[in-house]
């Protein structure tokens, strides 16, 4: 049986932002990169203002992305 040490996201839209953001928060052992080809998506992500809109969803993410276990590139080579 191998661990899994780090998860890859490609996508950083409704789907992929808010549950990576879940995945690093339930999971910390474990490092989550969201990557997406659109680069002011990304942006939006690492603004104050996030691009969605979910119950409690600013929170994680700011704390997740913050004590370094959740990051987001535009860039797939890692």
Known sequence: MFEIKKICCIGAGYVGGPTCSVIAH????IRVTVVDVNESRINAWNSPTLPIYEVNIKQLFVLMFFVFLLSLLNNLRY
């Open 26 to 29: 339930m999971c910390p052992e």
